[in-house]
């Protein structure tokens, strides 16, 4: 069925909006003892895996029991959207101390990426998204005013800056980056990757 918009009308709408789904759970002491762990464990073994400027990533596991109830509101989320079923693969938590930043990325291969902060101020690096073909679209969005694009929202990128207990569910197919730690703490997010069974209806 087609879009019915009153084109005799002067105005700016969107379409093939990229969307970002958002929602919250309070961080617990429990989190960031954990992540600190895994951590200290994975620095104990040699095995220490950076993903960024300075950042360390653990290797996904399985989702652990402190961090249950985000993954059960992440699914709740994904139910309210989807027309089909999920699955939640493994995680991986990340830390970034400061001056520390974490290189442009997707999830390829799945569906959704899923990030949830743990503990993060408003100078710990916000994440930035990146227009999902920017390349393609650099001259088209160069040639915008500033204020068209700030009220259309086609800009080459959008900044977010999280803060402790936010849940963020969006395309695995965006780009995005953290950008540079300018805090004296250390910023902390899990993340994870949701495929679904889409062609199954």
């Known amino acids: ?3 019915s918009i009153d084109l005799t009308k002067s105005q700016i709408f969107p379409v093939f909006p990229t969307m970002i789904v ?3 759970e309070t ?9 600190y762990a895994e951590k200290n ?3 104990h073994n040699g095995n220490p895996f950076e993903t960024g400027r300075g950042t360390f990533q653990t290797e996904p596991a399985s989702h652990p029991k402190c961090l249950q109830h985000v993954i059960q509101k992440a699914s709740d989320i994904l139910n309210d959207i989807c ?5 939640h693969l493994d995680g991986w ?4 101390p400061p001056n520390s930043s974490q290189s442009k990325h997707t999830h390829p291969g799945v569906e959704f990426a899923c990030i949830y902060y743990i503990q993060c101020d408003e100078n710990t690096g916000a994440i930035q998204l990146d227009h ?4 393609n679209a650099h001259s088209y969005i160069a040639s915008l005013k500033p204020e068209v694009v700030q009220t259309s929202g086609c800009g080459s990128y959008f900044d977010i800056q999280p803060a402790p207990g936010n849940l963020l569910v969006l395309p695995a197919y965006l780009p995005h980056q953290v950008l540079t730690n300018n805090s004296t703490m250390d910023r902390i997010s899990y993340a ?3 495929e679904t069974n889409w062609a199954v209806r």
Do not use: L, Y
Request: glycine share 6%.
């Open 83 to 87: 027309r089909c079923s999920f699955k």
């Open 22 to 24: 958002s929602g919250g």
């Open 41 to 43: 464990a994975a620095t």
């Open 192 to 194: 994870w990757s949701v």
């Open 27 to 35: 961080p617990t002491q429990d989190m960031i003892d954990w992540a």
């Open 132 to 135: 999902p073909d920017r390349h």
């Open 93 to 96: 938590v990340t830390i970034n």
């Open 1 to 3: 069925m087609a879009n």
